[in-house]
């Protein structure tokens, strides 16, 4: 049995192309090529000095983790569900066989937990609210005004896209 990217897609690309590990050395190899070519670029302008590569390093650098920071930022998906199960059914029916009649009770199973699911996620979603609260008051208990000031805002921004002033914006639905 052949495991294809796509369920259901006989012309699909093997499974082995879309490991994540592969895709992060490929794109990382990718990026590096950049890197070489901007400073090759930038050579007779600027010249080839520790600086300089410093710099293109230094921007490299600066983008990777202004997307990291902006992926953490955003807020989790979690309101597709039957599209997330129907995709995980067919990948299932088509790595393992299944008859129809599995693919339906695997199915029903799915939405079936889903509900427990999300009961426990609202359950944990609190008890992290509190804690980031508590958390917030702590530190706000050994400040002085003028730094609790400061570290309102700081907090703010660490937690931009949140529910406000609570302090619990980094923590997504």
Same mark, same amino acid.
């Not at 049995?1 to 259901?8: D, H, Q, S, V, Y």
């Given at each position: 049995?052949?495991?294809?990217?796509?369920?259901?897609?006989?012309?699909?690309?093997?499974?082995?192309?879309?490991?994540?590990?592969?895709?992060?050395?490929?794109?990382?190899?990718?990026?590096?090529?950049?890197?070489?070519?901007?400073?090759?670029?930038?050579?007779?302008?600027?010249?080839?000095?520790?600086?300089?590569?410093?710099?293109?390093?230094?921007?490299?650098?600066?983008?990777?983790?202004?997307?990291?920071?902006?992926?953490?930022?955003?807020?989790?998906?979690?309101?597709?569900?039957?599209? &997330?199960?129907? !995709?995980?059914? *067919?990948?299932? =029916?088509?790595?393992? +066989?299944?008859? %129809?009649?599995?693919?339906?009770?695997? #199915?029903?199973?799915?939405?079936?937990?889903?509900?427990?699911?999300?009961?426990?996620?609202?359950?944990?979603?609190?008890?992290?609210?509190?804690?980031?609260?508590?958390?917030?008051?702590?530190? &706000?208990?050994? !400040?002085?005004? *003028?730094?609790? =000031?400061?570290?309102? +805002?700081?907090? %703010?921004?660490?937690?931009?896209?949140? #529910?406000?002033?609570?302090?619990?914006?980094?923590?997504?639905?």
């Amino acid at each position: 049995m052949t495991i294809l990217a796509n369920p259901g897609d006989a012309g699909s690309r093997p499974a082995w192309l879309w490991r994540p590990s592969l895709i992060v050395f490929l794109s990382s190899a990718c990026i590096m090529v950049l890197e070489l070519v901007v400073g090759r670029i930038v050579a007779p302008y600027v010249g080839m000095s520790l600086y300089t590569w410093t710099v293109i390093i230094g921007v490299v650098l600066g983008i990777t983790i202004d997307r990291a920071i902006l992926a953490h930022s955003q807020p989790a998906s979690h309101g597709d569900h039957e599209s &997330e199960q129907s !995709l995980l059914a *067919e990948r299932l =029916r088509s790595d393992l +066989d299944l008859t %129809d009649a599995q693919l339906r009770e695997v #199915e029903s199973i799915l939405v079936q937990q889903q509900a427990a699911v999300d009961s426990a996620w609202l359950n944990v979603r609190g008890h992290l609210h509190n804690s980031v609260d508590s958390v917030r008051s702590a530190i &706000e208990r050994v !400040l002085t005004p *003028e730094q609790r =000031r400061g570290f309102s +805002d700081w907090w %703010d921004q660490l937690h931009v896209g949140g #529910e406000g002033a609570s302090g619990t914006g980094g923590i997504h639905n």
